[in-house]
């Protein structure tokens, strides 16, 4: 028996066998995200009901949604907004004891609440009525001693030089936000020392419960490989700029946000993995949900240096863009009129014109890079939509077209990553689907959005 298919073998046994010791009506799980004010309805947003599923386990489980941006981790307002959720939801639920799952900066709450059990939040309860039911905690992501992200944004105040698709990361908007100046490496270097946040420099254990941590150590973002797109290419390639950049460590790797000096100061770290950036840590890319949901269970999982899955299918740029390199003229089958489809050759992507065709094959077109709102982006300009009321709509996401438009706004049209409802799928050898994009429509002599058969 193979050393994978063996563990595979014991943790279904280890399920079967109810290897945490708790039933499975009474054991739940909590789900923290980190920076950013959410409600309980938007933080499912943040992690995706898919990805809550696969980490859960068929649990009953408690999305948590609170101040993140607005409160520091040491705030009442923060972890004492935690408590107030959970303790209604363990009480209704017959919780018995629970692993709690966080991301990011949500490591912050649970290490105070940890550290200061005897604290009371603005509803009355007590922080142990929670934490003595918690069994294990997971970080996944976690900032455990600061980024020089935030030194960056708080210092200039300014995400001139950072990418858009990374603001969220910090609330959203107001870079020095309480949670953001938290996170400062200087103030994390005070909060370790004095007993603020729980949990001491190699340490596996943080209040007697036993701490993992899943991080991925540096930031992969090839275009042509679908192991990029997981969760977002716009939000790959906006923390593999900051990384590049050195802002999301001093002197470690990096998942683009947090350093590994920082998300491994402490805790057992059950994943270690080169293509898991910050952003997919919390989508459940590359297996690493399935991991989540075996720890959760207290099932066998293989250490990080066994973790040898595959690389997701590989799909090629031209597939997600309709096989935007290829030049000539097609039917356009809204209209029934003969278009010249752009596409993009060498020659044309360092050309010093903005080509449409080439921002989707690539990702860029001379100097001009995605994402952004710039109104000269034609994919988001009016005047090159004569026949359409409202520029590239949301409402076009999974609507059986490969809308290029919505690629370069989003990395994608209908669904994030190689599975599920995506439109822009690579199609087989010989097969083909349908794209929209811009053409030259050679009947009325204008620039338009078109739909057109692309072969493959």
């Known amino acids: 028996m193979s050393r994978r298919s063996g563990w595979a073998l014991a943790a279904a046994c280890a399920v079967l066998l109810g290897a945490s010791g708790d039933a499975l009506a009474t054991a739940g799980v909590v789900f923290v995200h980190g920076t950013g004010d959410q409600s309980t309805s938007s933080a499912v947003g943040y992690w995706t009901q898919k990805s809550i599923d696969t980490m859960r386990s068929g649990r009953p489980y408690l999305v948590v949604g609170y101040p993140g941006a607005s409160c520091a981790g040491q705030s009442q307002c923060s972890w004492g907004s935690i408590v107030d959720q959970i303790v209604p939801w363990m009480n209704a639920n017959g919780i018995t004891s629970m692993t709690v799952i966080t991301h990011s900066n949500g490591s912050s709450p649970l290490r105070y ?184 269970l207290n099932a066998p999982i293989p250490a990080p240096s066994n973790q040898t899955w595959p690389p997701e299918t590989n799909v090629a740029a031209a597939g997600q863009a309709c096989n935007n390199y290829a030049s000539g003229y097609a039917l356009d089958f809204m209209t029934g009129n003969t278009v010249w489809k752009y596409g993009c050759t060498t020659s044309q992507l360092n050309s010093g014109y903005v080509e449409p065709d080439c921002l989707i094959a690539y990702g860029y077109s001379s100097s001009y890079r995605i994402p952004s709102t710039a109104s000269w982006n034609p994919y988001l300009n009016a005047s090159y939509y004569p026949t359409w009321s409202e520029v590239c709509p949301d409402s076009w996401a999974g609507d059986g077209i490969c809308d290029a438009c919505l690629v370069a706004k989003y990395g994608f049209d209908a669904a994030t990553g190689s599975s599920g409802a995506n439109d822009c799928v690579q199609a087989p050898p010989g097969g083909s689907n349908f794209c929209g994009s811009l053409a030259w429509d050679t009947y009325w002599g204008i620039h338009n959005y078109v739909v057109v058969e692309a072969l493959h």
């Not at 300014?158 to 603001?167: G, K, P, T, Y």
């Not at 309480?178 to 103030?187: G, I, K, S, W």
Request: proline share 2%; net charge positive; with cysteine.
């Open 113 to 296: 609440m940890l550290g200061h059990t005897g604290a009371v939040s603005a509803k009355g309860y007590a922080v142990n009525t929670v934490t003595s039911k918690i069994s294990q905690v997971i970080f996944s992501a976690p900032d455990l001693t600061g980024t020089p992200l935030a030194d960056q944004v708080t210092t200039s105040g300014s995400f001139l030089n950072i990418a858009n698709s990374i603001v969220e990361f910090f609330g959203g908007g107001s870079y020095n936000n309480p949670a953001v100046v938290q996170q400062r490496t200087d103030n994390m270097r005070v909060y370790n020392s004095n007993g603020t946040f729980a949990g001491t420099y190699g340490a596996t254990t943080v209040g007697g419960k036993p701490i993992s941590v899943v991080r991925g150590n540096r930031v992969y973002a090839n275009l042509f490989s679908s192991d990029a797109h997981c969760g977002g290419y716009m939000y790959t390639i906006g923390l593999k700029a900051a990384a590049l950049l050195g802002w999301g460590s001093f002197n470690a790797g990096t998942d683009g946000f947090i350093g590994n000096d920082s998300s491994g100061y402490f805790g057992n770290i059950i994943i270690d993995d080169g293509r898991l950036n910050h952003h997919q840590s919390r989508r459940s890319c590359h297996n690493s949900g399935n991991i989540i949901g075996q720890k959760v």
